[in-house]
């Protein structure tokens, strides 16, 4: 029974899916998943007609592309929400190394690595060039290279 609805859909499935995932790969794997499901139900479809087989492996091709999208934006989030748990991470080592500083070097940094105001800005919130902000940001990076080597990759 199955080796018929094989050879009667499969092409059918083929294209159905493929309309939906844009990849005729993925589109052959789902096809061929449900397949092996038809194959593992095989006793359910003695009762069915054509149409209602057809309505059958049309029905679980589409579940089967739904549960791998919903899977797939699960992964997605559950990495994007290790990615900020990581970055906070880092923030909050980088902020305790901050105690190091002394008060015009941290709140330089802060303002260059945290707020993104460039050399020049912050230049003109203390009250000194540019060029002096970029040595003072230098130094800093320095004392705290001690403690975090990864603090060298942060650049001017």
Same mark, same amino acid.
Not at 9 to 28: D, G, P
Not at 77 to 93: H, L, N, T
């Given at each position: 029974m199955i080796e018929k609805l094989y050879g009667?859909?499969?092409? *059918?499935?083929?294209?159905?899916?493929?309309?939906?995932? *844009?990849?005729?790969?993925?589109?052959?794997?789902i096809v061929q998943e449900s397949f092996l499901r038809a194959m593992e139900h095989s006793s359910t479809f003695s009762g069915m007609s054509d149409c209602q087989c057809r309505a059958w492996l049309y029905r679980t091709a589409k579940n089967i592309f739904i549960d791998r999208k919903r899977q797939q934006k699960r992964m997605e989030?559950?990495?994007?929400? *290790?990615?900020?748990?990581? *970055?906070?991470?880092?923030?909050?080592?980088v902020l305790q190394l901050l105690n190091f500083l002394d008060e015009k070097e941290r709140r330089m940094f802060v303002l260059r690595y945290f707020s993104g105001y460039d050399s020049t800005e912050i230049g003109k919130i203390f009250g000194i060039s540019p060029s002096a902000v970029r040595a003072k940001l230098l130094e800093a990076r320095k004392k705290l290279k001690k403690f975090y080597p990864e603090i060298a990759e942060i650049r001017k």
């Open positions: 009667m859909y499969y092409q *059918e499935l083929i294209w159905f899916v493929r309309k939906m995932t *844009e990849s005729m790969a993925e589109a052959e794997d989030s559950a990495k994007e929400e *290790e990615k900020a748990v990581m *970055e906070d991470f880092g923030k909050i080592q």
